[in-house]
Every structure is written in structure tokens, then in C-alpha cells.
């Protein structure tokens, strides 16, 4: 441990150094000469028109969207039902306790879990089917709901909508694959404690093919990028967005005003990683059906104020997909600006929700794949596409946003567009910006500590380090300005998708193979109701 703490030191170091000096320019500068090339790498752009070019990441993780929903059946559509049913409750005493044993399943139910990965078959897992549904919800319900939204419109036109939600259908399929694995495939300590995501169907999926070497390789890839995204994508870019709108609404003066919030924020965090998934679960269930509660309730109170106006929005979103609308670079240019916006919003592909999901309680891993589908669905379906229609709505005189024009502040034109219909909703925004940005980093330290644990191991030690260091760049982040900082650590989320997209895809055969066994499993409840056997959770 000391030679790691040491390398710690070094790492963070030069951080110190320049936040002593007061230069962030220095550390933008610094971040730039030494990684700009795997920034570069990771986004490198394939042209695609004479004026737009697609990120060959996008080409991955749309690509492995199409596959996962032809191969599993469309499972983004068939699977909806069901997973309703689930995160609802109604097949619980399956999951808890078998379908074989309430109810005599016939069908062999062989379990194809490695030994290791589970301890005891009754009862592992450490929160619900909505537990961790909300808090994987959280780290992808965020700012880019509310600002990137209004982003992708002013670049692409209200037609990117429309290829934002074709993004966010296609990749249901895609969270379903990777959760599915990410039960399937996790470890149990000796506590209950549960580590699970890429990093683990990786080692242990790759070792069953054959394909150990490949899998150890991919696995440690996966686990240094997703430390580096949860200290800057999951928690910098975060805490510094969260700042910028509480200083800029309550026009607070003096450099230290980003300290102080950062701070506040460090300690609040604080209180809720400590305890770990249970946690971070129990806080998620309640922050985001709250803030994106109130987020949807005002977009639809905006929506029936002009409800008249909405056909005329839905016309303007179809027209504008299939045409471009003038938009620089046509109808590929909204293409791309709507399926980027939708992909990098729910992360689907990038394998970061299969952390999440893994420490359901289940003994059905695909239970909790067909739940995980309903995260892309709320986070792209639902509330991006509410943002779009109230910027579209408001903003059909052209009054505060002029289409195929780039616009920098996001957030800033959302709050205008709210801001028509609700004066002064703006406060209210800057405060679902800061719970967004709150969730999205508690969600993320406990993805980035599940990495950080798979690269040096289990234990408290260990984990107080990584939480100690987390808590550091929070305040960082609030602190001060970043840029190449930002890239970088956007660029290791998504670089993220490489190993995640070659494992799942290798591992889909599983994947089938749970989904049937699950399936039957329900099948055999529901016949034997229909037959008149009591439910016997009842009795349990």
C-alpha cells in the first residue's frame, strides 16, 4: 500500500503546485501538451460530409446499439412491459428464492454463475431493482439533459431531436446486454459487499471462452479509464458547472466564492459515499424521482400552456430530421448532432451502469438487464425530449436562440426558454443543476472506486484512499477553470466503450442465455397463478 499512496503523491502533486499558484491556466496548459493526444485519439473524427465529421466512438457505440437490438429480438420494445412489472415488484419472490422453488418448475434452472462470483445464492445483492435503477439514473440524469440539449438544437436544429430519441431506444438494448453481465458476472466479499461491472465479465466471461490473457487486459483498461472519468467527467466537470450557476445566480463576488462551494459540496458527498452502495442507493431513490420530478412537472406545465403549439413542434422536430433545415452540413449534420447527444447522455455502451446494477438483489441476472433498459429510455426519451420541446416551443419567433448557431452555456438558454412561461424558474433550474450534478458524483465515485478496488484491491485502506482523493477534486473542480481537464477526462468515459462493446459483444451468447432462463422463470409463476396456486411470497 505504501508504494501506492506514493504514486498517489506523485499524481496529485503537481495539482497542489498550481492551485498554490493560482494558475489554472497552467494546469489547462499542462493537461493539454501531455494528453491531448489520446483526447485526440479517443474523439478522432471520420468525415462523413463535406462539414461534418462523426467521432469513430459514436460509430462503436451506435453500432453496438443496432447489434445488441437485432441479436436480443428488440428487446428495447418486447422487454418494456416486463420491465415495469419488475421495478414494480411483481416477480420478487422469484428472484428471491427461485421460480423452482415456489412453484415446481420443471424447466432444468442451471446456474451458470462461476462459483466464486456468488457466495450465497440467497441472498446476495445489497439493494432493489429501483434502487439501482435510480442510482444509475443518476449519474446519467445530469446537466446534459439541460444543457446539452439546448447544445445539440443550436448546432443541429430542432431535427436532432428526433435522431436523439432513435438513439436512446437503440441503446436500451445496449444497458440491457452490459447490466445483465454485470449481475451475472460479479464477486461477493466476504461481507456482502458486492463489485461488479465490465471489469468483472471481462476477467471472468473472457477466462469461461477461453480468453483469459484478452480479458485481464481489457479489464484493467476499463478500470484506469473509469477512474479518470469519475475524477473529471463524474465529478469535476460536475462540481464546476454546479458552482458557476450558484455564483452566477446569487452574484457572488470573490475568487474564493468556488472554494467555499466546493467545500460544502466535498462534505455532503462525504456523508453519503462513506456508506457505501447502501447509501448512495437509499439518497438516489429519493433525489432523482424528486429533481427530475419537479424538472418534468415544469416542462409540462410549459407543454400545456402551449399545447396548441406542441403538433407544431413535433412537425418542425420531423421536417428538421429529414431535411436540415438549412443546418450547416443537412441532413447528416442533424444526424449526427442528435444521436451524439443521445448516446453521450444515457452512456449506454459505455458499461459504467453495469457497476450500478450489479449490486441488485436478484437471482436472475437478466431481472435486472430488462430494468436497466428503462434507463435510457427515461433519461433520453423522457427528458431530453421535454427540454427539446420546450426550446423549440419557446423559441419558435427565434427570440433567444438562432439555429446552426453553436451556443456555449446551455444551461443559460434552457433557463430563457423556462424562464417565458415560469419567470424566474432560472432559481429553480440552478437548483436541479446542483442536485444533478450532486447525484451524478455520487453515483460516479462509487463506479470510479469499484475500479480503483479491482486495480489494487479490497479493503478499507484502499477504499478511504480513493474516497479521501475523490473528495479532493470535488473541491478542485469547483475551484477552478477547466478545459483541457474536461476533455481528458471525457475522453477516458468514453474510452471506456472500447473494451466495455468487445466484451459484451463476445459475452451476448450468455447474455441470450439468461434472458430464457429468466423468461421461463416468469413463464412457470405466472401459469401456476392461472392455475389458482397462492402466491406463496405470502408465506415467506
Same mark, same amino acid.
Given at each position: 500500500m505504501k508504494k501506492y499512496l506514493l504514486s498517489l503523491f506523485t499524481l496529485i502533486s503537481p495539482f497542489l503546485t498550481f492551485a498554490q499558484e493560482s494558475t489554472s491556466e497552467k494546469i489547462d496548459r499542462v493537461f493539454k501538451d501531455y494528453t491531448g493526444w489520446f483526447v485526440d485519439a479517443i474523439f478522432y473524427e471520420i468525415p462523413f460530409s463535406e462539414t461534418y465529421q462523426i467521432p469513430w466512438v459514436l460509430i462503436v457505440l451506435v453500432g453496438g446499439a443496432l447489434f445488441f437490438t437485432i441479436y436480443f429480438k428488440f428487446i428495447n420494445f418486447t422487454g418494456f412491459r416486463t420491465a415495469i412489472r419488475v421495478v414494480q415488484g411483481k416477480y420478487e419472490d422469484i428472484e428471491k428464492h427461485g421460480a423452482d422453488t415456489l412453484y415446481g418448475d420443471s424447466t432444468p434452472n442451471e446456474d451458470e454463475n462461476i462459483i466464486e462470483t456468488l457466495r450465497d445464492d440467497s441472498a446476495h445483492g445489497e439493494v432493489s431493482h429501483f434502487q439501482a435503477l435510480t442510482a444509475a439514473l443518476s449519474a446519467t440524469v445530469g446537466l446534459g439533459n439541460i444543457a446539452g440539449v439546448a447544445v445539440a438544437l443550436s448546432i443541429g436544429g430542432p431535427g436532432a431531436t428526433f435522431w436523439m430519441i432513435l438513439a436512446g431506444l437503440l441503446g436500451m438494448a445496449s444497458k440491457f446486454a452490459e447490466c445483465t453481465l454485470g449481475v451475472k458476472y460479479r464477486d461477493v466479499g466476504e461481507d456482502g459487499t458486492i463489485y461488479g461491472g465490465p471489469m468483472y465479465y471481462l476477467t471472468k466471461g473472457f477466462n469461461e471462452k477461453g480468453l483469459k490473457g484478452l480479458g485481464k487486459v481489457l479489464a484493467v483498461i476499463f478500470a484506469i479509464f473509469v477512474i479518470g472519468g469519475s475524477f473529471g467527467g463524474g465529478n469535476m466537470f460536475q462540481a464546476n458547472q454546479a458552482a458557476a450557476q450558484f455564483v452566477k445566480l446569487f452574484e457572488l463576488e470573490g475568487g474564493n466564492a468556488g472554494l467555499y462551494f466546493g467545500i460544502v459540496m466535498a462534505a455532503l458527498v462525504a456523508i453519503v459515499i462513506i456508506g457505501g452502495i447502501k447509501r448512495i442507493a437509499k439518497v438516489t431513490e429519493k433525489v432523482v424521482p424528486f429533481m427530475a420530478g419537479i424538472y418534468v412537472l415544469a416542462a409540462l406545465i410549459i407543454l400545456g400552456a402551449n399545447f396548441t403549439l406542441i403538433d407544431d413542434a413535433f412537425a418542425l422536430i420531423y421536417e428538421g430530421a429529414f431535411s436540415g433545415l438549412g443546418i450547416a452540413g443537412g441532413l447528416v449534420g442533424v444526424m449526427i448532432q442528435g444521436i451524439r447527444r443521445g448516446a453521450f447522455?444515457?452512456?449506454?455502451?459505455?458499461?459504467?451502469?453495469?457497476?450500478?446494477?450489479?449490486?441488485?438483489?436478484?437471482?436472475?441476472?437478466?431481472?435486472?438487464?430488462?430494468?436497466?433498459?428503462? *434507463?435510457?429510455?427515461?433519461?433520453?426519451?423522457?427528458?431530453?425530449?421535454?427540454?427539446?420541446?420546450?426550446?423549440?416551443?419557446?423559441?419558435?419567433?427565434?427570440?433567444?436562440?438562432?439555429?446552426?448557431?453553436?451556443?456555449? *452555456?446551455?444551461? *443559460?438558454?434552457?433557463?430563457?426558454?423556462?424562464?417565458?412561461?415560469?419567470?424566474?424558474?432560472?432559481?429553480?433550474?440552478?437548483?436541479a443543476v446542483i442536485l444533478f450534478a450532486f447525484s451524478t458524483m455520487i453515483s460516479w465515485s462509487y463506479y470510479g472506486m469499484q475500479g480503483w478496488v479491482f486495480l489494487f484491491g479490497k479493503g478499507k485502506t484502499s477504499d478511504l484512499v480513493y474516497k479521501i482523493l475523490f473528495l479532493f477534486f470535488v473541491i478542485v473542480g469547483a475551484s477552478i477553470s477547466l478545459g483541457a481537464v474536461i476533455d481528458f477526462s471525457d475522453a477516458m468515459i468514453f474510452a471506456m466503450v472500447v473494451p466495455n462493446i468487445i466484451g459484451v459483444v463476445i459475452l451476448s451468447p450468455v447474455i441470450k442465455r439468461e434472458l430464457k432462463k429468466y423468461m421461463n422463470a416468469i413463464n412457470v409463476k405466472e401459469e401456476a397463478l392461472d392455475d389458482g396456486a397462492e402466491d406463496l411470497t405470502k408465506h415467506m
Open positions: 447522455s444515457n452512456e449506454a455502451g459505455v458499461g459504467s451502469a453495469a457497476i450500478a446494477h450489479s449490486a441488485v438483489r436478484t437471482k436472475y441476472p437478466a431481472s435486472e438487464g430488462i430494468v436497466a433498459l428503462l *434507463e435510457p429510455f427515461v433519461d433520453t426519451v423522457v427528458i431530453c425530449t421535454m427540454t427539446a420541446l420546450v426550446i423549440v416551443i419557446t423559441n419558435f419567433d427565434g427570440s433567444f436562440m438562432q439555429y446552426g448557431v453553436e451556443v456555449k *452555456e446551455g444551461v *443559460e438558454i434552457t433557463a430563457q426558454a423556462f424562464d417565458t412561461v415560469i419567470p424566474h424558474f432560472s432559481v429553480i433550474l440552478t437548483i
